[in-house]
């Protein structure tokens, strides 16, 4: 089955930029999709198809693929944005949906 | 706006069944597929189970597969989870999701995409 490998942790100062990547087999040629989860909250998407935002979502937030890698870069971090952050794609061939292990974000 | 608002958890022992809903409102319901995930206690995400827009097509992870039934009622713009066998690692806060689109490929096969909007969860306890 697909595997999506995420860095434990992630840490920030204020102000500063955080890149949180995601690494799975040739997965420049799937649609990765991001979300935030804060503690007692449900997720949130941040990102999805690679690159793109949701209304709501700050353009602090982007996102890229390519390779064996997808990252997620929060430019001008804030305290407010700490949290757990997590990647997903679907994997066609064995028609699951598949989440990376989480990274959390801490805001120095 | 989107609500999506689950409702069935509890404790059962092991062994024994339960039914969650999630009742969605704020969208076209019958439009969309429709996932349910689920997160362990000091766990991460797990994706338990997606159904299409209609209810023809139907995934489950392996961990679930046999054992617990996704299926939806577009009437009642309800989606429900049927589990049964439970275990004790079955433990966990479930949440409804929203698939951001209705995508089929150029031969047919639903293909399911990001969670666009996610209900607040029912946490479900297995435990004797």
């Known amino acids: 089955s697909y595997v999506l490998t995420q860095p434990p942790s992630v840490s920030v100062a204020p102000g500063q930029t955080a890149r949180i990547t995601c690494g799975g087999n040739?997965?420049?040629?799937?649609?990765v999709h991001w979300y935030q989860q804060k503690p007692g909250q449900a997720p949130v998407l941040v990102v999805y198809?690679?690159?793109d935002r949701p209304s709501g979502i700050p353009e602090r937030f982007s996102g890229s693929n390519s390779g064996n890698t997808a990252t997620l870069t929060i430019s001008r971090v804030e305290a407010g944005d700490e949290a757990d952050y997590y990647c997903?794609?679907?994997?066609?061939?064995?028609?699951?949906?598949?989440f990376g292990g989480g990274t959390k974000l801490t805001v120095l | 706006q989107v609500q999506l608002v689950e409702s069935g958890g509890g404790v059962v022992q092991p062994g024994r069944s339960l039914r969650l809903s999630c009742a969605a409102s704020?969208?076209?319901?019958?439009?969309?597929?429709m996932h349910w995930v689920r997160q362990a206690p000091g766990k991460g995400l797990e994706w338990v189970a997606v159904?299409?827009?209609?209810?023809?097509?139907?995934y489950y992870a392996d961990s679930v597969k046999g054992r617990f039934t996704i299926s939806r009622d577009n009437s009642k713009n309800t989606l429900y989870l049927q589990m049964n066998s439970l275990r004790a690692e079955d433990t966990a806060v479930y949440y409804c999701?929203?698939?951001?689109?209705?995508?089929?490929?150029?031969?047919?096969?639903?293909?399911?995409?990001?969670?666009?909007?996610w209900g607040q969860g029912t946490l479900v306890t297995v435990s004797s």
């Open positions: 999701a929203k698939d951001g689109l209705n995508y089929y490929d150029s031969s047919g096969y639903y293909y399911p995409n990001y969670f666009d909007y």
């Open positions: 704020g969208f076209t319901f019958s439009s969309y597929g």
């Open positions: 159904i299409s827009y209609d209810g023809s097509n139907k």
């Open positions: 040739n997965i420049g040629s799937k649609s």
């Open positions: 198809d690679d690159s």
């Open positions: 997903q794609v679907w994997d066609s061939s064995s028609d699951h949906q598949v």
